[in-house]
């Protein structure tokens, strides 16, 4: 089985291979922005963030600061073993629509209680998302929903041959 070797941080930088298994949530006030169709649907600096070994953060919004108009609750449902069962929403602004971009869980398990209904993004679905004004990149692969930025080091799950990880 291939084994990543990790991408050693510099100073300000995250490794993504000293984040835990399972998964830990932390607050962040980083100011978090998403775009779509040209309009801003997202703002806040009052987040969460989920940070599992070789996963680049996903950041979780708080619905008050999510432009609600825009969001169509779809019938698509996941579950995830740490956090429990998730719902999704549909994007649509204007003439433009992406379906099941993005999920929360209304009754989270305890350890992601905080999370309750807020909203996290596929990154690669909406035109833009920004964490402190710096334009993200998506996690490699369609399955998973990080956010990639400079202060952040991988390798990343979700690259090629990530599979096995």
Known sequence: MFRPKPIAPES???????????????????????????VTIADTQN???????????????????????????SSRQT??????????YTVKVGDKEASDVAWYYSTPTLDFAAIENYVAFYAAAM?????????VTPQPGNFYGGWVTSDVVGPFKGE?????W
């Open 12 to 38: 300000g930088q995250e490794s993504v291979w000293d984040y835990p298994r399972p998964p830990r949530l932390e607050a962040t006030d980083k100011r978090i922005e998403i775009v779509f169709n040209g």
């Open 47 to 73: 987040a969460f963030r989920v940070l599992e070994t070789s996963h680049p953060p996903t950041y979780y919004l708080p619905l008050e600061d999510i432009r609600q108009e825009y969001l169509i609750p």
């Open 79 to 88: 579950f995830c073993e740490w956090k429990g069962k998730g719902s999704y």
């Open 127 to 135: 035109d833009d998302c920004y964490v402190n004004a710096e334009k």
């Open 160 to 164: 090629s041959g990530s599979w096995g």
